[in-house]
C-alpha cells in the first residue's frame, strides 16, 4: 500500500473575481520509504500540491491518504508527527526573534513530548551542526546552517514523510551538495519517505526515485529514474524541459570532469 | 570599445569586529559583451555590481585607482551625476524581487513611474510601454500582473518584472544580480535570449552575476571567479567546463548530475593555498 495517496487533486484560489486553477485533477502514489520529485515550471502548482497535503491550499476536488487514512481538516496533531515540511527559503521560514533553541523546542512542546534539552542537541548533532547553536538567532547563521537548522526542525517530532519544497535552490553550490547528501543520509538512516518539489532536473535525479513532470497545474508524465537519465519521455514538454537541462548531464558538453 | 574600467576596486565594511573587506582588490574591464561573475555567497560579487552603481553606503567604503564608465569618473562623480546614469545609463536587475519591489504599489505604477517622471509619457503611453515590456519576457497575461501588487506574484513573475522595469529605459550596462536564480529553466532561456538580443542588437554591456557556473559557461563571452573578495580565475565562458583552478573545478564538481552516480556528492575542499589569499 502507497504510503501517500494523491487523487484527483484540484486546487483553486479565488482572487479579485478571477479563479486561479492551480492544480487540477492531479493523481500520484508515493510508496514508504520512496522518494518522489515534482518537477515543473514556476506556477505548474508542484509546490501548491505540497501545500495541499499540508492543509494550506484550498483543496477544491479530490482526496489525500496518507497512511490509507483521509486527512481531517484542519490536520491536527497526528499529522504534524507524520509529516512535516521544509521550505524553499530558510530566511523566511525560521523565526527572527526565536533562537535556534526555541524553534527546536517549540514542537516538542506542544506535543508535550518530555527530555526536550537532550533532544534539541541530538537534533543539532544530527544535521551536523555543533550544539552549541542552540542559543544563536538565524541572522548569526549562514544560509546552509539555517536550512540544516530547519530540516531539524522539522524531525524533531520523527515524522516518517519530509516534504521538501526547493530545499537547496537558495543554497551555493558546494553547500547545496553538503545538504542534499544531509538528507540522502537522513533518509536511508530512518527509513523516510520524501516527497519533494524543485525546478532542477539533476537534483532531482540525483534525489528521487521517480518523478512527475507538471506544467499549468496538471500532471504531464511520471518518469522512473532509469527513463529520466536515458531521454525516454512520451510528452514533448518533459522532452523540452529535459532538453533545457542538458547542461546537467552526466557529461556536459566540452570536457567531462571524471 | 571599453565601456566600464575598474582597477584595484575595494570595498571595506566596519563591523563590531574591525574593518572586513568585501572586495580586495578587483580589477577588469567590460566592452559590449556579457561578462559573467562567478562566486558563492559572501564572495564580493554582488557588492562589486553595486560599488559600481556606488549603491554601498557609509560607512561602507568604495576605493579604487579608477573605475571609469564611458569616459566618466565614477569614483568622482556628484550624487546628481550618479542619479542620471542610474537606470538610465547602467541598469541593475536586483537579485530578490521580494525585497526590491515596493510592496504597496501596483506592478502597473512601479513599472510606468519612471515613464511617466522621467520621459514624461501619459498615462496609456506608459501603460502600453510598460505591457509591452511584460510581453517581453514572456508574461503571459500582463493585464493581470499589471494589476497585481508584488505579493500576488510568484519569485519567477516578480523577477521577469524586475527585468522588465530596467530594460524599459534601455541602457548602456545591465548589471544583473541573480537575474534568473528564481526562474525554471525553460524560463530562464527565454529571459537570457532577451538579454543576449540586447547585447547583440543593442550593444548593451552586460554584467552577469550569478553562483551557477553552467548557466554563465552557456550565456557569458568571459566569466571572472571570485573567492572572498578575489578574483581567483579569468577565463573565457567556453572553456569553464575544463576550468584548471581547483576552487573552479571543486565549483563544477560539487553540482549533482543526471544520470550520476548515487554517491554522496563531493564537497568543495577549502585547503588549497587559493583559499587564504595565496597565489593558486
Known amino acids: 500500500m502507497s504510503l501517500i495517496e494523491v487523487e484527483n487533486l484540484s486546487v483553486t484560489f479565488r482572487a479579485k473575481g478571477r479563479e486561479v486553477r492551480a492544480v487540477e485533477g492531479v493523481s500520484l502514489t508515493v510508496a514508504a520509504r520512496e522518494s518522489y520529485g515534482l518537477v515543473g515550471e514556476s506556477g505548474s502548482g508542484k509546490s501548491t500540491i505540497l501545500r495541499a497535503i499540508c492543509g494550506m491550499a484550498p483543496v477544491t476536488g479530490g482526496r489525500i491518504r496518507i497512511g490509507g487514512q483521509v486527512l481531517p481538516t484542519p490536520r491536527g496533531r497526528a499529522f504534524s508527527a507524520q509529516v512535516q515540511m521544509v521550505f524553499q527559503d530558510p530566511y523566511a521560514s525560521l523565526h527572527p526573534r526565536h533562537t535556534i533553541d526555541r524553534t527546536l523546542s517549540e514542537p516538542l512542546a506542544i506535543h508535550g513530548v518530555a527530555g526536550s534539552d537532550a533532544r534539541v542537541v541530538q537534533a543539532l548533532t544530527d544535521v551536523g551542526l555543533p550544539p552549541s547553536f542552540r542559543f544563536r538567532y538565524p541572522h548569526q547563521l549562514s544560509g546552509g546552517q539555517r536550512q540544516r537548522v530547519a530540516i531539524a526542525r522539522a524531525l524533531m517530532l520523527q515524522p516518517a514523510i519530509l516534504l521538501l519544497d526547493e530545499p537547496t535552490s537558495a543554497l551555493d553550490a558546494s553547500v547545496q551538495a553538503e545538504v542534499l547528501n544531509l538528507l540522502d543520509g537522513l533518509r536511508r538512516d530512518r527509513g523516510l519517505t520524501f516527497l519533494m518539489v524543485s525546478h532542477d532536473l539533476a537534483v532531482i535525479d540525483h534525489m528521487c526515485d521517480r518523478l512527475l513532470v507538471m506544467q499549468h497545474g496538471r500532471a504531464v508524465e511520471e518518469l522512473a529514474r532509469d527513463d529520466l537519465a536515458a531521454a525516454r519521455m512520451a510528452t514533448p514538454y518533459a522532452r523540452s524541459l529535459f532538453a533545457a537541462s542538458a547542461d546537467r548531464m552526466l557529461e556536459p558538453a566540452g570536457g567531462a570532469t571524471e | 570599445m571599453t565601456l566600464l574600467d575598474v582597477r584595484n576596486l575595494r570595498v571595506t565594511f566596519q563591523t563590531e569586529t574591525g574593518p572586513v573587506q568585501a572586495v580586495r582588490g578587483v580589477s577588469f574591464s567590460l566592452g559590449r559583451e556579457r561578462l559573467g561573475i562567478v562566486g558563492e555567497s559572501g564572495s564580493g560579487k554582488t557588492i562589486t555590481g553595486r560599488a559600481v552603481l556606488r549603491l554601498i553606503r557609509p560607512p561602507g567604503r568604495v576605493e579604487a585607482d579608477a573605475m571609469v564608465f564611458d569616459g566618466q569618473d565614477l569614483l568622482h562623480a556628484t550624487d546628481r551625476e550618479m542619479r542620471a546614469l542610474r537606470g538610465k545609463r547602467i541598469g541593475m536587475v536586483m537579485q530578490d524581487p521580494k525585497y526590491s519591489l515596493n510592496p504597496v504599489m501596483t506592478v502597473g505604477r512601479q513599472l510606468t513611474e519612471g515613464l511617466r517622471l522621467r520621459d514624461g509619457l501619459g498615462r496609456a503611453d506608459a501603460g502600453a510601454k510598460a505591457r509591452a515590456a511584460l510581453e517581453a519576457v514572456q508574461i503571459r497575461d500582463p493585464d493581470r500582473v499589471m494589476d497585481a501588487y508584488p505579493h500576488e506574484l510568484s519569485g519567477g513573475m516578480g523577477q521577469r518584472v524586475m527585468i522588465a522595469m530596467m530594460l524599459i529605459p534601455e541602457p548602456d550596462l545591465l548589471i544583473a544580480d541573480e537575474p534568473t536564480s528564481a526562474l525554471d529553466v525553460t524560463v530562464q532561456a527565454e529571459v537570457l535570449s532577451i538579454l543576449d538580443a540586447l547585447v547583440r542588437d543593442r550593444g548593451m554591456g552586460l554584467i552577469f552575476i550569478s553562483h551557477d557556473l553552467r548557466l554563465v559557461a552557456r550565456f557569458c563571452d568571459r566569466v571572472l571567479v571570485m573567492y572572498k573578495g578575489r578574483?581567483?580565475?579569468?577565463?573565457?565562458?567556453?572553456?569553464?567546463?575544463?576550468?584548471?583552478?581547483?576552487?573552479?573545478?571543486?565549483?563544477?564538481?560539487?553540482?549533482?548530475?543526471?544520470?550520476?552516480?548515487?554517491?554522496?556528492?563531493?564537497?568543495?575542499?577549502?585547503s588549497g593555498a587559493w583559499a587564504s589569499g595565496g597565489a593558486p
Request: charged share 20%.
Open chain 2, 231 to 270: 578574483i581567483v580565475e579569468e577565463i573565457a565562458a567556453r572553456d569553464l567546463m575544463a576550468a584548471r583552478h581547483p576552487y573552479t573545478q571543486g565549483l563544477l564538481n560539487c553540482l549533482p548530475r543526471i544520470g550520476g552516480p548515487r554517491t554522496p556528492l563531493p564537497g568543495l575542499d577549502r
